[in-house]
């Protein structure tokens, strides 16, 4: 897969945006080999936990809402991964509380602000902000109201323009580095889930792999994903109950070479009973894990060589 010249001298390091409340904390931080080893851009969204006092203290119960908001240690799983397999990584610092970065700046809840847009012009709810989980995250099953009281408009402002404007600049930037190099980039938009129910007699999946039911990256990549799975004998799903959000939406261009999948696993599988630390099978994700880019990077370098014998068609098309 690797090209002749493709064995990394350096890293480049860069950290960008700035989480407001914090002494001169960044929002996100990027790694990349140079030369890059193979097309991959591992994403962690909601890995961040640097909680400005602020926030923490504006939170009716800061602890049990924190670690339901967190994919908690993607961001240790992911710089791992990046380590063991060369992939470029991108993980965010802001914690989802503060802003989530996989939803659009317009999906909203502005009954949670002290003067909403709504009150001054009739701007409607966001859709996923309906069920309380927007770009700032209002309520929790179980767990209720997240805050003691209302936020300011200047506050969401300032947490778009320091925190998810140059996050996904920075993305659309990285992916793009690695098209040119490559001829095509896959984007793994990593992301943790509670374990799921039974759904009659089948098993629940251990890994749900969302590409937006088929729009986000060409087949092949969901089909490597599954072989790779399968050969592993773990059960894997696809786009039920999660096939991506924003981030799949603003980044995947699969006929520009720019592919999207975003990956859930049952925090069960890596973390201990409580589903607060890292527990047994933390090593051994971090195993399956490097597997499954490295599969899925021999992949997308196929697509990007143009060869046919790889290529499926998308199914959006």
């Known amino acids: 897969m690797a090209r002749s ?23 996100f931080e990027l790694t990349a080999p140079e030369p890059s080893p193979v097309p991959v ?31 908690r240690y993607t961001d240790r799983l992911g710089e791992a991964v990046a380590a063991r397999t060369g992939a470029a990584l991108l993980v965010a ?10 939803r659009a700046t317009d999906d909203v809840d502005w009954d949670m602000f002290a003067l909403g847009r709504h009150q001054k012009g009739g701007t409607p709810i966001g859709l996923r902000a309906r069920s309380g989980l927007g770009l700032i995250p209002r309520r929790l099953p179980g767990l209720g109201e997240i805050w003691k009281r209302k936020h300011e408009e200047a506050e969401l402002d300032e947490r ?6 140059p996050y996904h600049a920075c993305t659309e930037r990285e992916l793009e580095r690695l098209r040119k190099r490559w001829g095509a980039a896959l984007l793994v938009d990593l992301h943790s889930m509670p374990p799921l129910g039974l759904r009659g ?17 060409d087949g092949t990549l969901v089909a490597a994903a599954f072989g790779f799975f399968a050969e592993q004998r773990r059960l894997a799903g696809h ?11 603003r980044h995947a261009a699969p006929h520009n070479g720019i592919h999207a999948l975003q990956l859930e696993i049952d925090r069960s599988s890596y973390l201990d009973r409580a589903m607060v630390e890292p527990g047994d099978g933390f090593d051994a994700m971090i195993d399956l894990l490097s597997g499954l880019v490295t599969r899925l990077a021999e992949t997308v370098a ?9 290529r499926w068609p998308i199914a959006a098309e």
């Open 5 to 27: 010249d493709s064995q990394p001298d350096e890293s480049r390091r860069e950290g960008g945006g700035h989480v407001p409340g914090t002494d001169g904390q960044v929002a």
């Open 41 to 71: 851009l591992i994403a962690v969204p909601h890995g961040g936990r640097a909680y400005a006092p602020d926030l923490v203290e504006r939170m009716r119960h800061p602890r049990a809402a924190a670690l339901r908001l967190e994919d």
């Open 93 to 102: 610092r802001a914690p989802r509380a503060m802003i989530d970065l996989n």
């Open 160 to 165: 778009v323009s320091h925190i998810h404007e």
């Open 201 to 217: 007699a089948q098993p629940p999946s251990e890994f749900v792999i969302g590409d937006r039911f088929g729009a986000a990256c």
């Open 239 to 249: 786009n039920r109950p999660y096939a991506g959000g924003y981030v799949l939406d």
């Open 302 to 310: 196929d697509i990007g060589r143009g060869d046919p014998d790889r």
